[in-house]
């Protein structure tokens, strides 16, 4: 059985700073990327940020400068460091874990960003 939780989020006031974790058990064969996607009330699901086995990273424009994507191998954990945080990040945020045993979904962390 595969398990992805994602934790981390919370409430911040804008220009805060949070850090969403990852974490894939069970029988996952063969990680090729981790990504973050986040889907805000009354929008479609959007990829925040990814990174493969390989360590490429990837970022939408609106993050970039701003929230950092790292992985911890030895304890399968994805990291979104996120920083400068703006209203408009607020969100539900997902984590998926694509692999060559299948495609993986978390549950969610909200995130909410207060003016």
């Known amino acids: 059985q595969v398990q992805v939780v994602e934790s981390g989020g919370g409430l911040v006031q804008a220009g805060g700073s949070l850090r969403l974790s990852c974490a894939a058990s069970?029988?996952?064969?063969?990680?090729?990327?981790t990504g973050w996607y986040r889907q805000a009330p009354g929008k479609q699901r959007e990829l925040v940020a990814s990174?493969?086995?390989?360590?490429?990273?990837n970022y939408v424009d609106s993050v970039k400068g701003r929230f950092t994507i790292s992985r911890d191998n030895a304890q399968n954990t994805v990291y979104l460091q996120m920083n400068n945080l703006k209203p408009e990040d607020t969100a539900v945020y997902y984590c998926?874990?694509?692999?060559?045993?299948?495609?993986?979904w978390g549950q969610g962390t909200q995130v909410t960003v207060s003016s």
């Open positions: 990174i493969t086995r390989a360590d490429s990273t």
């Open positions: 069970g029988s996952i064969v063969n990680i090729v990327t």
């Open positions: 998926n874990v694509w692999a060559l045993s299948g495609d993986y």
